[in-house]
């Protein structure tokens, strides 16, 4: 069974710091690894990872995956209060073995103090 | 606005009841995917479609069924409704077997 572990589960900082946020998995077959954010309802797509060492960016956030550590983390660097929400990993597999979709993570609640 | 459309958003019921939600995907979107989301267990995979097949169940009970007809959109029926089945479902669409997937808002069922 797929499994995504998440941390810390809740994290509390001060506007303009730079946040660290963890993923380890294990996966048959992965595929991919991606990034959510979820405020009020939908989580919204962050990014997707497939490759091992190779960041993406996008302005403030970046992430990087290691596959053979089997993990990833999110960055967030001068971090402001419209950061805050909860951050979900998810990992798909190649759908060959058995196609079950993605598999979150519980999510790490960031919550970003004025 | 991903694109996915849920309804209704909010549903209160009573025990025992039986209620259907119901999901439209982006355009173009074969895939459709149900997730359960509760504070404890976090989102939870339910059961997923691809043009109309079946394609993979998870953590689905069998008073739950689901069922995608052939204008995509999706449908799932809860039924003998327990007040463990309060949570957040999520519907989730995209073009390419489970690759990155696109939410709708979610209705948010409650069971008094």
């Known amino acids: 069974e797929d499994k995504v572990v998440q941390s810390p589960l809740s994290l509390v900082v001060h506007e303009g710091d730079t946040v660290t946020l963890n993923c380890s998995y294990e996966?048959?077959?992965?595929?991919?690894l991606l990034w959510y954010k979820q405020e009020k309802k939908a989580p919204t797509f962050l990014f997707m990872l497939?490759?091992?060492?190779i960041e993406k960016k996008s302005g403030r956030l970046s992430s990087i995956l290691d596959k053979k550590e089997l993990f990833s983390i999110l960055n967030i660097t001068a971090t402001q209060t419209g950061d805050s929400a909860i951050y979900l990993c998810?990992?798909?597999?190649?759908?060959?073995?058995?196609?079950?979709?993605?598999?979150f993570g519980k999510g790490t609640h960031l919550i970003i103090q004025p | 606005d991903s694109g996915v459309t849920q309804t209704p958003k909010h549903l209160i019921t009573a025990t025992g009841q039986r209620v259907t939600l119901r999901c439209s995907p982006r355009?173009?979107?074969?895939?459709v995917y149900w997730y359960q989301q509760s504070l404890d267990q976090g989102l939870q995979f339910l059961i997923q479609?691809?043009?109309?097949?079946?394609?993979a169940k998870g953590n689905i009970l069998e008073r739950f069924s689901a069922q995608q007809f052939p204008d995509l959109h999706s449908e799932l029926n809860l039924s003998s409704l327990e007040l463990g089945d309060s949570a957040l479902y999520f519907c989730?669409?995209?073009?390419?077997?489970?690759?990155?997937?696109?939410f709708g808002s979610g209705t948010q069922l409650s069971v008094l």
């Open positions: 989730a669409s995209s073009s390419l077997i489970n690759e990155k997937l696109f």
């Open positions: 996966v048959t077959n992965f595929r991919s």
């Open positions: 497939t490759s091992s060492g």
């Open positions: 998810a990992v798909s597999n190649n759908g060959r073995g058995g196609a079950d979709g993605l598999t």
């Open positions: 355009s173009g979107d074969l895939s």
């Open positions: 479609y691809y043009n109309g097949e079946e394609r």
